[in-house]
């Protein structure tokens, strides 16, 4: 059996054709975006990008908007003041700047700030997770979050401190929250 080319046969099966392609090509897009999609999620949002996060401060619940905005290297002698432990005094500080504001829920003056250094960390170039360090005494190189400026309605910045190796930048920063939500930034 011979067919001709100009049969209406071959004109409805190319003009099939015609119409799958785009439809499959359509399919194959929507579904890379929905991959990469996931990807970013798994990685965290980019750093400034604001989070609502849920806490509870004293015996209230509260919602912050937080967000991790910077990172900056600092010096081992921007710490002279402070007793470095021996493992940590070929390291670089490395400061995380994150701005604050309350949502909903409210703050009392009184009351500290309800995310703890502790709960921070960070993920440096070299793959090691970073715990945050709480710092005291006279010498302060990270701001405190004032509670009198969140009760406000106001927005403030802190920071909180990792000790990461000579020649390593940070990739990413995340909070952990108590409930064993997670969320993270990457720079």
């Not at 965290?44 to 806490?55: E, K, N």
């Not at 401190?161 to 720079?187: K, P, Q, Y």
Request: charged share 20%; hydrophobic share 40%; with cysteine.
């Amino acid at each position: 059996m011979h067919v001709k080319a100009d049969s209406p046969l071959n004109r409805a099966a190319v003009v099939r054709l015609l119409v799958l392609i785009p439809l499959m090509v359509g399919i194959l897009v929507v579904g890379a975006y929905y991959i990469k999609s996931l990807a970013a999620d798994s990685l965290g949002s980019q750093a400034g990008t604001p989070r609502d996060v849920q806490v509870i401060a004293g015996s209230e619940k509260m919602t912050l908007r937080i967000a991790v905005t910077s990172v900056r290297p600092g010096s081992i002698d921007d710490l002279n003041r402070f007793d470095i432990p021996a493992e940590d005094q070929d390291k670089i500080p490395h400061y995380i700047w994150f701005r604050s504001k309350i949502t909903s829920g409210s703050l009392h003056s009184g009351e500290p700030f309800p995310i703890t250094v502790d709960q921070w960390e960070a993920v440096s170039s070299g793959g090691e997770t970073l715990q945050g360090i709480p710092l005291g005494g006279d010498l302060q190189p990270c701001p405190q979050i004032s509670n009198q400026k969140l009760s406000a309605g106001e927005a403030d910045e802190g920071c909180f401190m990792v000790f990461n190796e000579a020649g390593n930048s940070l990739t990413s920063v995340s909070l952990h929250l108590v409930g064993g939500e997670s969320i993270r930034w990457r720079f």
